[in-house]
Structure formats: structure tokens, C-alpha cells
């Protein structure tokens, strides 16, 4: 009866330790899943942060184009107008002659 006894001691401790070590388990499954969640969070937002950069850098991007572009109307005005006026020079002393 002694040798059942110990049997049965060393099982119900067994099963002592799978039940605190499943608890145990299942408590930190618990904090993998809310460090999971706080992750999955934080990785949209990231994602909604470089989508609105990206939109930015787009948006700064054309903002330059068009300055730039209007910069080289301007030029390109500036020296039309002085290539008008060399014309008229140009015209005003062949109508001299």
C-alpha cells in the first residue's frame, strides 16, 4: 500500500506542477497577445505616417517643380524681351538706312 501511496503522491504532484506550469503558460500567452495587439497597433500607425510622408514628399515635390518651372518662365520672359528689343534695334537702324 505504501509503494501506491508514494505512486500516488508522486502523481498528484505531478500533475500539481502541469497545472501551476500551464498556468503559468497561459499567463504569459496573455502578455504575448496584448504585446502583439500593442505591436499591431503601433505598426499602423507607423504605416499611416509614411503613407502621409509619402504624400507630403509628393506634394513638396510638385510644390517645387512648379516653382521652379515658374522661375524659368520668368527667365525665359526676361530674355525673350530683350531678344524683342534687339529685333526692334535691329529693325529701327535697317529702316535708317
Same mark, same amino acid.
Given at each position: 500500500?505504501?509503494?501506491?501511496?508514494?505512486?500516488? =503522491? @508522486?502523481?498528484?504532484?505531478?500533475? @500539481?506542477?502541469?497545472?501551476? @506550469?500551464?498556468?503559468?503558460?497561459?499567463?504569459?500567452?496573455?502578455?504575448? #497577445?496584448?504585446?502583439?495587439?500593442? @505591436?499591431?497597433?503601433?505598426?499602423?500607425? #507607423?504605416?499611416? !505616417?509614411?503613407?502621409?510622408?509619402?504624400?507630403?514628399?509628393?506634394? #513638396? !515635390?510638385?510644390?517645387?517643380?512648379?516653382?521652379?518651372?515658374?522661375?524659368?518662365?520668368?527667365?525665359?520672359?526676361?530674355?525673350?524681351?530683350?531678344?524683342?528689343?534687339?529685333? =526692334?534695334?535691329?529693325?529701327? #537702324?535697317? =529702316?535708317?538706312?
Amino acid at each position: 500500500m505504501s509503494s501506491e501511496n508514494d505512486s500516488l =503522491n @508522486r502523481f498528484s504532484s505531478a500533475v @500539481r506542477q502541469l497545472i501551476h @506550469r500551464f498556468s503559468d503558460l497561459k499567463k504569459e500567452n496573455g502578455e504575448l #497577445l496584448v504585446a502583439i495587439e500593442e @505591436r499591431d497597433k503601433k505598426i499602423s500607425e #507607423l504605416e499611416q !505616417k509614411l503613407t502621409q510622408a509619402h504624400h507630403d514628399y509628393n506634394s #513638396l !515635390k510638385m510644390a517645387r517643380m512648379v516653382e521652379v518651372t515658374d522661375g524659368d518662365v520668368e527667365a525665359a520672359k526676361k530674355r525673350i524681351a530683350g531678344l524683342i528689343r534687339e529685333v =526692334n534695334k535691329c529693325i529701327t #537702324l535697317l =529702316n535708317e538706312q
